[in-house]
């Protein structure tokens, strides 16, 4: 089974960038950008929105390391950082 790790921005403020120590991340783990009132379908070629600082940090990671991303929606809109429980379970690997 997948784990699943999401960093607040809190865990950024609390320490200065080049002393963060975080556990590897699997190679085989995709990251995750929750997004708002879209539906991304397999084959679909759209613009996304990311405004979240930690969501275009993640995008970014991926960018960099060559690796896809998997888009789910939220459940909410409303929620300001959600977490695994409150997107859905199934979403779009782009």
Known sequence: MAETRMLSPADDARAPAATQNYAP???????????????LFPGLVIPITIGRKKSAMAAQHALREQQQI??????DAEQADPGPLD???IGTIA
């Open 70 to 75: 998997g888009i789910l929606l939220q459940r």
């Open 25 to 39: 991340i699997p190679s085989d783990a995709i990251v995750v950008v929750p997004v708002r009132n879209i539906v």
């Open 87 to 89: 997107m859905h379970r």
